[in-house]
């Protein structure tokens, strides 16, 4: 049973996707920790309602983005945290806190990258007048929404669709590809190779 550390800003309905995955007693990970960097989001809630340990670790309260990232890591270890899960986190992490956790932190992302990468992913697809969007898992690289990718889901734009209807679709795909990213991770099936990732059967 791998031991998981997610991160959120907000809302948390990835975390919740996980949280309903692993009630399954077959399922190879358990968040151990849930660290937001803002106070009283929903995610936080989700997490306490479950009994899982919670922290806010606001960046406004500490000096530099060093610091700030050196106290999550703290507590990541703290918990013996093997992967970590960006579930709506909203900062960047910096290359020094990534080589902390080598190959082990995994981010998702609301568009079919490398397309659209950054804020506001399905609004970009729209405003692009592209006719397929979609979501996407990855590994996280010192880029922005850069690294080697997991797994994809495409989602049709439809004819009438406005970013809260597109996001809504999105978003009941991401929960899929992310609990099958995290399942495939704890099951130690997938290797990384340069930015391929291969799934092992
Ligand atoms: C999701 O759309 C995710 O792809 C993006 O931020 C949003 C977080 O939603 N990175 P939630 O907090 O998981 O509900």
Same mark, same amino acid.
């Given at each position: ?46 997490? =306490? ?10 960046? =406004? ?42 190959? !082990? ?14 804020? !506001? ?13 979609? !979501? ?49 991770? !704890?099951?130690? =099936? ?12």
């Amino acid at each position: 049973m791998k031991k998981i550390g997610v991160l959120i800003s907000g809302r948390g309905s990835n975390l919740q996707s996980i949280l309903d995955a692993q009630k399954e007693p077959r399922f190879p990970g358990k968040v151990v920790v849930v660290i937001s960097n803002k106070q009283g989001v929903q995610g936080l809630e989700r997490a =306490k309602k479950v009994d899982i340990a919670t922290h806010v670790v606001d960046n =406004k309260e500490y000096e530099s983005r060093t610091a700030h990232e050196d106290a999550i890591a703290q507590l990541l270890f703290q918990y013996e945290v093997e992967l970590v899960v960006l579930a709506g986190y909203m900062r960047l992490l910096s290359p020094l806190f990534l080589k902390k956790f080598p190959d !082990c932190v995994i981010n998702i992302h609301p568009s079919l990258l490398p397309a659209f990468p950054g804020m !506001c992913g399905q609004r970009q697809a729209l405003e692009y007048g592209v006719r397929i969007s979609g !979501c996407t898992t990855h590994f996280v690289d010192e880029g922005e929404d850069t690294g080697p990718i997991i797994l994809q889901k495409a989602v049709p734009i439809l004819q009438d669709d406005d970013e809260s209807s597109l996001t809504e679709r999105i978003l009941a795909e991401e929960h899929k590809i992310m609990v099958e990213s995290v399942r495939l991770w !704890c099951e130690g =099936k997938l290797r990384l190779e340069g930015r391929h990732v291969h799934i092992l059967e």
